[in-house]
């Protein structure tokens, strides 16, 4: 039995498209079953990007995520229910020297929104969040944020003032 070119061409074709077809009803299955995953966990699908999870309430960034899971675990611990308040209202984070419009919008952006969640992260926490500042990466630390955002979470202006000069 001897084969031409074009029966070869066309036996190609039909596998290649089987094998497409196959592919995209596999994927086709694994979206339905994702979808119903997405829906039980109670994620809702938007046209543009159906699979993402809805965005973070505000108040709910890294300082929030750590100070929630903290309390989680030490609440387990002490064998104590922990109730997580509301976040308070957000300071006006640019009386922190260095700081601007620019760079408390993406401190917004990240959850950052007062004074002490900022005095409250640890160096792992502010390496974690100094990757996640973008242009402003590494000004964390060179300003001394965390620094200048104890005092001012704690109330003592004098020692703010004392250390890193007058208040604006």
């Known amino acids: 039995m001897t084969f031409d070119a074009t029966t070869i061409l066309v036996t190609v074709a039909v596998v290649a498209v089987l094998l497409v077809l196959l592919v995209l009803m596999r994927a086709g299955a694994r979206q339905r079953v994702r979808r119903e995953a997405d829906k039980a966990e109670g994620y809702v699908a938007s046209r543009e990007r159906p699979y993402l999870k809805p965005p973070p309430k505000e108040g ?52 950052i929104t007062r004074f002490d969640q900022l005095a409250g992260l640890n160096a792992n926490e502010v390496a974690h969040l100094d990757e996640r500042m973008g242009p402003f990466q590494g000004r964390l630390a060179r300003d001394r944020i965390v620094e200048q955002a104890a005092y001012l979470a704690r109330g003592d202006v004098e020692g703010f003032e004392e250390k890193f000069g007058k208040l604006g």
């Open 60 to 111: 709910a960034g890294v300082a929030d995520e750590v100070a929630h899971a903290t309390t989680d675990v030490a609440g387990a611990v002490l064998g104590v229910a922990v109730k997580h308040g509301p976040a308070g209202p957000a300071d006006d984070l640019q009386r922190l020297k260095g700081v601007g419009p620019k760079f408390v919008a993406r401190l917004h952006e990240l959850g």
